[in-house]
């Protein structure tokens, strides 16, 4: 089963995104409201969403700024591929996608497709969102300043 997000286009630097997505340890704070337990290090995380079983998961490609790969490792519930693409478009702008997919039958395929592209949507909204605030205090002279 397969769940693509909507191309978005971001105002900001591909790079920006990557760093972010390409560090687990620097996703605590992007991360859905039903994901709970989230522990992280660079290239390796677990997590559980929505009480079901431990996900334990690896990055397995970088390709910077344009390309972050996540799979599962083994003992998670279900294998998965979860990957995201940065495509700069202009100065200062790019598109983010993100992609899911999932190695389940088919009908727990239809029981979590609607999950699986809530949460790919909600990942990529959260990677525009995040973009566009480093973009906007770096242009406003705030970056790297504390209220």
Known sequence: MKATSDIL??????????RKI????SLAG???DQVQDFKATEDTCSLNVGGMAQ?????????????VVINSEAGSPF????AFHFTKTAENMFQSQVEAEV?????MGAVLKPQIQKFVD????????????????ATDGTQGKTA
């Not at 286009?9 to 990557?18: F, I, L, N, R």
């Not at 190695?103 to 009908?107: A, F, L, Q």
């Open 9 to 18: 286009q971001v105002a900001g630097d591909p790079a920006t995104a990557y």
């Open 79 to 82: 294998s998965f591929t979860l």
């Open 55 to 67: 996900i334990d998961m690896r990055i397995s490609q970088k390709v910077e700024p344009s390309l």
């Open 103 to 107: 190695n389940v039958n088919m009908i």
């Open 30 to 32: 992007m991360m859905p």
């Open 122 to 137: 909600t990942l990529n909204r959260h990677i525009k969102t995040f973009c566009e605030s480093v973009a906007g205090s």
């Open 22 to 25: 390409s560090d687990f340890s």
